[in-house]
């Protein structure tokens, strides 16, 4: 079957461009790129699609620049919660790792006082105050007088424990697709008052997206993948922004029909699937091709047999934040080698 073949090189220099952008929007804070390694259960919110945006009657729309005059903004959570603020946020704690990279993307890195444990990415995001990811301490938090905390999902029990104390809370709830993604970079651009420039890294994370879907236009129906987030057999479901890029990738997710967003399968659950292609979020941690192939009855499953059990960097296809194309453009090689040389 024809189709599109878009030599690697092509899409690595688009990243490049997207880096380029990411540069240029540092402002204060230089990125120097980093292997980060962030653990699985730390692919955390960035923003929910349905989070909206509400300029005051009286506000002017939120000026870029961090020294403009302050009008005061409204922001709707993923809670259905009304967050007021005076003007662009100065002291941010952002304990979303996805959310801590956009910050810095778009150039207000300079203004994130503390993040999760997690966020250690770009470089500069390693000197921040550090607060737990799974129960971040409010009263640590208010110690640091911020004037906006960014919680993500797997804190949404925490809420209110940061609200009681007086803090400003914005939840925002991991996006289910790769567009809702996109949608947290002018988001958060919207919250910080850095529009153009989140507009313009939303704009090249589009460009790029679109740069690896074009090559897959004419394909049907892609290969069967299980997406391994861990040892223990944890998947991403339809549900998630990992399971939508299987679907913008016109994969079949062996959890498609998975109840929970991320689903733990049973060995023999995968086995009777019959994978086509198993990608490895957990390959830092030893598993490959050989520990896989090593497991009882998994010598006959197709990615096994065919050699297709590839390692991604879960930092890139995990994480909702600008990088996340590059993850897109690694799952997009793995699954189609012959459409990107």
Do not use: H
């Not at 313009?200 to 892609?222: F, N, W």
């Amino acid at each position: 079957m024809g189709g599109t073949r878009i030599p690697l090189a092509l899409i690595l220099s688009a990243l490049a461009a997207l880096a380029a952008v990411l540069a240029g929007c540092s402002g204060d804070s230089p990125e120097t790129p980093a292997d980060a390694s962030t653990p699985v259960a730390s692919a955390s919110a960035a923003a929910s699609p349905d989070t909206t945006v509400e300029a005051s009657p009286s506000a002017s729309a939120p000026a870029a620049s961090t020294t403009a005059a302050a009008a005061a903004m409204a922001f709707t959570d993923s809670t259905g919660t009304e967050v007021t603020l005076d003007g662009p946020p100065q002291r941010i704690i952002s304990l979303s790792p996805g959310v801590t990279e956009i910050l810095f993307a778009i150039g207000a890195g300079d203004r994130v006082v503390a993040a999760d444990e997690a966020s250690d990415y770009p470089e500069a995001a390693l000197a921040l105050e550090k607060l737990a990811y799974f129960e971040p301490d409010p009263e640590a938090a208010l110690a640091l007088d911020p004037d906006l905390v960014i919680m993500a999902t797997n804190q949404e029990q925490q809420v209110q424990q940061f609200r009681d104390l007086g803090l400003p809370v914005f939840l925002a709830r991991e996006p289910e697709t790769l567009e809702g993604v996109v949608e947290s970079v002018r988001l958060v651009g919207d919250i910080t008052g850095r529009v153009p420039e989140a507009a313009a890294l939303a704009g090249d994370m589009e460009q790029r997206i679109e740069m690896v879907t074009s090559a897959i236009e004419d394909i049907d129906e892609g290969p069967l993948v299980f997406f391994e987030l861990d040892a223990g057999l944890y998947t991403a479901g339809p549900g998630t922004f990992i399971g939508g890029m299987l679907e913008l990738l016109k994969a079949r997710n062996v959890a498609e029909d998975a109840a929970t967003d991320f689903p733990q399968l049973s060995s023999e659950a995968v086995i009777d699937r019959n994978p086509d292609v198993v990608l490895l979020a957990d390959a830092e941690f030893g598993e490959s091709l050989d520990t896989v192939a090593a497991r009882p009855g998994w010598e006959a499953v197709a990615a096994v047999q065919q050699g297709r059990v590839y390692p991604v960097d879960p930092d890139l296809t995990n994480r909702p934040g600008p990088r996340i194309v590059e993850g897109l453009a690694a799952m997009a090689r793995a699954l189609y080698p012959d459409r990107f040389e």
